[in-house]
Structure formats: C-alpha cells, structure tokens
C-alpha cells in the first residue's frame, strides 16, 4: 500500500539527501553543488575542434577537461618566452631573489635596440616563481642615478614594505638596497614595478608568478606568461617618451613580432596562458584565433569556475591581469594578438629614421603639453613650423611641395613606373594608385628583413616546420601558438633534425611563396 508522506517526513528525506551529498561532495574534495568534473570526458574531442557537452556541463567547450599530465603533480612551471626565470637562494628556509635596478637596452625587433630602464640587465625584469606559503625575501639594489622603490603588486603585505616612497618608506638612494621578506598567502598571477610612473613607463617592471601548493583543478600541461607593453619613440631617438600618450612600439616580454617567440604546445594538451598589462594607458583586447578558452584569473588570482567565462576575446585592462585556459584541440599555428589595429603594426611613424642628408642628432622635447603627446598642431606631420619640434621635420635638401608618400622606397620607384607591377598586388602599380587609401597595408614585404635579420627571427626549438614567409603577417602585439601533433611536437622541441617548411600548418608545405 501506498504510504502517506507528510510535509515533514518530505522535508527531513530532503535534507537527509542533501546530507549524504554534501559528505559525498567533502571526501572528493569537490563543492557540495558540483557533481564529478572529470568522471567523463569522452564528448569532448582532444584532437580536432569540437563543442563538447551541453552549456553548463563539465567538458562545455572544455571547460573542465584535465591536461595529459598525471593528477596530483605539483603545478607545472611557468614558462616566460624571451625572458629569463630567476632561481632564488635559499637560507635558513627562505627563498632569497636579487634585484638589482639597472638602465639596459631591449632588442625590440633585430637589430633595433631601445634605451629602458629594467632589473638585472633586462627588461622586463627576471620573473619570479614561488609557491603558496614560501617565506620569500628580495634584495632590491638601486644601481640608477635616481631614486627608486619596489611595489609588489596585488600581494597582501605588510604596511611597511608596500613600496610607496614618502608613504610607507624612504626612497632607496643611489648605491642603495631595501629588503622586502613577507610570507606569501596567495596564488595566482601578480607582477613587481617600480613606483615611480615615469620609471614604470622605462619599463621597470617583471612578472610574479605564485603557485598554489596543489596544482589548480582541473591541471594543465602548458603555462606561458607574457607581459604587455607600449611605448612612445619617436623617429631619431631610441629612449621611450614618458611623457607622451600617443604610442607606436608594442612588446610583449620586451619584444615586438615578428621577434616574440611562438609558444609551442602539444595537441590536446591544457594550455594555461597569463596576460599582465603594463601599458601606461592603453587596453588590449587579446584573440586567440582557431580555439575557444575560458577566463580563470585576474591579479586577484583563481576566479571561481562558477564566474569562468567563455571566449576567444579578453580584454585586459591597465596593470590588470587575465589568465586564459583551453584545450589545445586544434592543430595548426594560431596567432594571439591584441585586436586594436594600431596595436598590429611596429613603429607607426611617417618617415622613420632620418631622410637623406638629415645630421640631426635627435628629436627635441616637446614644447607644449599637445606635443609631447605627439599630437600635430597647426598643419601635417611635416608642418614647417612645428614638424622639427616632434622629430618629423623635412631635413636637408627638402622643400615643402616635396610629395612624400608613406611606402617603403622600392614601391614608391614602381609606382613611378608606367605598368609598373608588384608581385602579389593582382594588378599594376598605375592602377593601384588610383584606389584612394592605397597602400594600406605592407602584405608581400618580407623582402624588407635581411638574410641576418630573418636568422634572428628563427628559433632552433620554436619556430622550425613553420611557413617560409611566416613573419610577415606578424607585427606589434602578436605571437603564436602551435598546436602540434605529438610527433612534429616531439620533433620541433628537440631543435633535431630536419622539418619542412609548412608542416605544422595542415597543407601549409604544398604552396610556399
């Protein structure tokens, strides 16, 4: 017979099932309101492009889908292309780093190097990698002819050592050195900086990478880390304009693309991927062509999956950080770039370098508030009066009706050719002169790298088996990500052996320029 359930009995049952959950939930070390996130991950394909479950569901889009590596490893380390990792001493169980603040020079593409300011010769400075509930102390020597102080952004310090001079302590002098120990009691994604703007925007700045004593679930295979710049240099010169809010140099770990190292992953692999933007006032939308991933940390550190967003897009605001996951699921080589369109191109200047018999020696500061922004006033670029006062004057043997187009100079002698033609422009020159905006863009001009600069370019264990031409798409704010299969992975890792051009880009062999 049918038993009658009262209103109460419904209630305690209910609870009691709750109960029994929640101590269910406990012994995997799961949220109570989670079921298990890794109990199947079979609808979602590893090895091409697919959805995965439902919205909401565990392998959606990959959300929660492990790397390849083996549970209950010790978090993978961070990897910072183009820069360099610091190993810290330890003394009686304190992880002790050195810092010392230098003025260096930064290659930003072959061949162009840049006046900065940065720690232990480099810029951006040695990235420091700790783990939750390391004592960590930092030596920090002041080796500039200036005043400086550390700033250890996002941590939870005390007071005193907050890096704020005049507010929590004096300015470390000259020939000076300021220890900063603290306890860390955080993970996630944080970075160091000087205080002083006009030297944060020298580039004085590094990466803090801190991890969570047991790696983050689910785990990934793959951990890159890449600091955002962007800098004001003007023609002639090759120091950063602190003063100026009009940028034309973009970086990312101190090197512009097509110089920015490829980040190189295993196909199917989880692939962690942290943004630290350290521009003085620009954002940047970050794409990731060919794969869908989701946003798991600020400067805060782990958002809760619950808040994880999907997308291929993420902006990362001033001195913000954004940390990316996904699952590596489709081969090919995939660009990352910023998708401000200033921000795809180096050097955005009207006739950089000095025009033919130009003797000057560098620009002049600017003469109002307008100027030092780069701003034009009262006329073009090449003003009379005000072109030389922001490093674009005409220069010697030069007239103001001198046409000055916007090209490099071998296009400018084929447009001057009657049926002058271009390889790759699909039509002649005399014709293309006519389409108001052209040029726009420099596709087709790999010609403009030297033998010497193109071996600069090419990396023993990143770039091999890519596109003969792959760098000329590539300019500011890009980098790739190859996704390869474990075999070519192997192979391209090793720096061993010969590859293809083209094979890691799915019939990219059969057609090379």
């Known amino acids: 017979m049918k038993r009658n359930t009262s209103r109460r009995d419904f209630i305690r049952n209910t609870t009691l099932a709750a109960g029994a959950l929640t101590t269910s939930a406990a012994a995997t070390g799961l949220p109570a309101d989670r079921k298990q996130p890794h109990e199947n991950h079979q609808d979602y394909p590893r090895n091409e492009p697919g959805r995965g479950g439902p919205v909401g569901s565990a392998t959606d889009r990959g959300k929660l889908v492990p790397g390849l590596r083996k549970p209950d490893l010790a978090p993978v380390p961070v990897v910072t292309p183009d820069n360099w990792l610091m190993k810290p001493t330890m003394k009686d169980g304190v992880k002790e780093y050195y810092l010392h603040a230098t003025a260096t020079r930064r290659e930003f593409l072959p061949g162009v190097w840049m006046n900065v300011w940065g720690y232990n010769d480099a810029m951006p400075g040695p990235t420091i990698e700790a783990v939750e509930g390391d004592r960590v102390r930092i030596s920090l020597f002041n080796m500039l002819p200036e005043p400086t102080v550390l700033h250890l952004h996002g941590l939870e310090l005390p007071n ?32 160091y900086h000087s205080h002083g703007p006009m030297q944060e925007g020298l580039g004085m700045a590094g990466l803090f990478i801190i991890h969570p004593r047991v790696a983050y679930d689910p785990p990934v295979d793959h951990d890159f880390a890449l600091m955002i710049q962007e800098w004001a240099i003007m023609p002639q010169s090759t120091i950063p304009n602190g003063t100026s809010m009009e940028f034309n140099w973009f970086t990312l770990n101190g090197r512009s693309a097509p110089y920015i190292t490829p980040l190189v992953v295993r196909l199917g692999s989880r692939v962690r991927v942290r943004l630290v933007n350290m521009s003085p006032i620009d954002h940047h939308p970050m794409h990731l062509h060919g794969h869908t991933f989701w946003i798991t940390g600020t400067e805060a550190g782990r958002i809760p999956e619950t808040a994880w967003i999907p997308s291929n897009n993420v902006l990362v605001g001033v001195a913000q950080a954004r940390d990316i996951e996904f699952i590596a699921n489709n081969p090919g080589d995939w660009v990352l770039h910023c998708h401000m369109f200033h921000h795809m191109m180096n050097h955005m200047a009207v006739m950089v370098g000095p025009m033919h018999g130009e003797s000057r020696g560098g620009m002049m500061a600017g003469m109002n508030a307008q100027a030092g922004m780069g701003m034009t006033q009262g006329g073009p670029a090449l003003n009379r009066d005000n072109g030389p006062s922001m490093g674009r004057g005409m220069g010697e043997n030069t007239g103001i009706e001198r046409a000055t187009p916007t090209m490099p100079m071998n296009m400018q002698d084929k ?31 790999m010609g403009m790298y030297s033998a010497a600069e193109i071996k600069k370019l090419t990396k023993p264990a990143e770039t091999r088996g890519m596109r003969r031409d792959w760098f000329a798409g590539l300019e500011g704010l890009h980098t790739v990500v190859r996704v390869l299969p474990p075999e070519l992975y192997d192979k391209v890792v090793s720096g061993q052996g010969y590859i293809e051009p083209g094979s890691s880009v799915p019939g990219g062999h059969e057609h090379h320029h």
Do not use: C, N, W
Request: proline share 8%; no cysteine; net charge negative.
């Open 160 to 191: 005193r050592i907050d890096g704020v001079h005049g507010v929590t302590q004096d300015p470390i002098k000259p020939g000076e050195k300021a220890v900063y120990e603290f306890t860390l009691h955080q993970s996630g994604t944080f970075f």
């Open 415 to 445: 447009m001057h050719e009657p049926g002058g033609h271009e390889e790759g422009m699909g039509h002649s020159m005399s014709e293309a002169r006519k389409v108001p905006g052209f040029p726009a863009d420099m596709m087709d001009m």
